[in-house]
């Protein structure tokens, strides 16, 4: 999508609009106008305001913007009129005299008129779901909400499953860390937590390769490896269920939870998710229930709020993509695990000292390489002399 070097657009106000960031925060949809003297297409934003989509989308985190032709004065006064069903929610107006976003997106409609309907804007700026046409007896809100409730269930199902498979992963790799052998040779007189930080400094791909060259860099790297997996998933964790859950559950069970706000029910010692469809009254709400055709009355007292609260559809594949990559490090750590460590090789720390000299396979350059290639350096002149003094020891 064309925008400046910043990725922002601006507003009928002539207020920059930062897409990059919007659409990291929020799941950002632009709801395209035919042309300023349309009368159905302002029908349509009137349509996403009343309740209850209005709260719908409040409550998953959706962020309309608003694409039109010009002039830009007929667009801010359409703007203005809509400002009674708006209220209180931002909704940016951007006037595309040229029509260059819509030919950008493909919704050229041609004699200066943009093709109605619906898009999403991902993060990267390029256009994900769509949706095509619009008339009087045919708006797009309902294929929206489905589009939202799909790409949401399916956002959450993936973060829950990749931090799942984290945790038992990681369970594994630091009981494997833990019982690996090290015996007096492979013992290196180093100061604890040099060789993890000097390990750092690698790129993955030559972390992986030095932790290969002996089983104390290979302890040392699965150190490091663990370490930045279990800060991470405390992060992820506590996005996931952190003090913003611990808010909203406590302003559900006071009888103050929102229309359409995410719950979690817990009756019977079962978790089932849902959402709010009526406020609570006498101390009961009514429920929503996910997979469940009719809502249902619940307590306030076995009401939570969501896991994953105030997390966006953006936020969740960020989250999902960091995993990923974190359960590669692992793959990477098993991999160069101590079955391939059966015996240390001396030619293997000379390999790794010679590859550091390499200022291609580090990120910080030739001087944290010849730091590194002399620590490699070392170890092998130091179990060189270790290995002289057993085969010592063993003749006399």
Not at 274 to 291: A, S
């Amino acid at each position: 999508m064309n925008a400046d070097q910043l990725g922002c657009l601006v507003d009928v106000d002539g207020k920059a609009v930062c897409m990059p960031t919007l659409c990291r925060d929020r799941l950002v949809i632009f709801c395209t106008f035919k042309a300023v003297p349309c009368p159905v297409c302002p029908e349509q934003l009137r349509r996403l305001m009343r309740e209850p989509l209005r709260s719908f989308f409040r409550e998953n985190l959706v962020q309309f913007v608003v694409l039109c032709p010009g002039p830009l004065e007929g667009l801010r006064g359409s703007r203005d009129e809509l400002q009674t069903v708006l209220r209180d929610e931002w909704v940016p107006f951007i006037c595309d005299e040229d029509l260059s976003l819509a030919r950008a997106v493909g919704a050229e409609m041609g004699w200066g008129m943009i093709t109605p309907g619906f898009f999403e804007l991902r993060p990267d700026l390029n256009v994900g779901w769509s949706q095509v046409g619009r008339g009087p007896g045919n708006f797009g809100d309902a294929k929206v909400v489905r589009f939202v409730l799909s790409t949401q269930q399916q956002a959450l199902a993936e973060a829950e499953r990749l931090l799942h498979e984290l945790c038992e992963r990681l369970q594994d790799a630091q009981r494997s860390l833990e019982s690996a052998p090290v015996t007096a040779q492979q013992r290196m007189p180093l100061p604890q937590g040099l060789l993890e930080e000097c390990l750092q400094l690698l790129s993955p791909a030559a972390r992986h390769s030095a932790a290969s060259a002996c089983r104390e860099w290979h302890l040392s790297f699965g150190k490091a490896v663990l370490k930045d997996v279990e800060d991470c998933r405390a992060e992820v964790e506590e996005l996931r269920d952190g003090p913003l859950r611990a808010k909203e559950t406590e302003m559900i069970q006071e009888g103050r939870g929102r229309l359409h706000q995410a719950i979690q029910s817990t009756r019977a010692g079962h978790i089932r998710r849902g959402c709010i469809r009526k406020t609570c009254k006498d101390g009961f709400y009514e429920i929503d229930q996910v997979d469940q055709k009719d809502p249902c009355l619940e307590a306030a007292s076995t009401l939570a709020a969501a896991f994953w609260t105030g997390v966006s559809v953006p936020r969740l594949h960020a989250v999902a993509k960091r995993l990923a990559v974190k359960l590669q490090a692992l793959e990477a750590l098993r991999c160069s695990g101590p079955a391939s460590l059966e015996m240390t090789s001396v030619t293997r720390l000379e390999g790794a000292a010679s590859a550091a000299t390499t200022p291609s396979t580090w990120h910080q350059g030739v001087k944290v390489g010849a730091a590194v290639a002399a620590l490699a350096t070392a170890a092998g002149a130091w179990m060189r002399q270790m290995s002289a003094r057993y085969s010592q020891d063993s003749g006399n």
